[in-house]
């Protein structure tokens, strides 16, 4: 039971009737009939295109809201914000100490 709770959760299974729905996304997520259903019993339900669906809440943080670097400005995802730093300012900082 384990393993089907945890797929449930990284999404790889419908988290309301467990079936499959491809490759993790590292969320719960509805497939299409459950999402449908949830809707019906008044549940505000998102749809994440080839994604599936999901409660509008948990999903908030994961929209393609973009945020500013500190650096230079340039509008990335706040995930990737510490890897953009790294990889253009960095690399930047070290070529200018040579």
Same mark, same amino acid.
């Given at each position: 039971m384990g393993e089907i709770a945890e797929?449930? &959760?990284d999404g790889t299974?419908?988290?309301q009737c467990g079936v499959y729905m491809g490759d993790a996304t590292d969320f719960p997520r509805l497939c299409p009939s459950c999402a449908k259903a949830a809707r019906k019993a008044?549940?505000?339900i998102e749809? &994440?295109?080839s994604l599936g669906y999901c409660d509008a809440g948990p999903v908030a943080p994961l929209k393609n809201k973009k945020v500013?670097?500190?650096e230079c400005g340039?509008?990335?995802k706040p995930a990737g914000v510490y890897n953009h730093m790294r990889d253009v300012h960095e690399a930047d900082t070290q070529e200018n100490t040579k």
């Open positions: 797929m449930m &959760l299974l419908c988290e008044g549940r505000q749809n &994440l295109g500013s670097c500190p340039k509008r990335v």
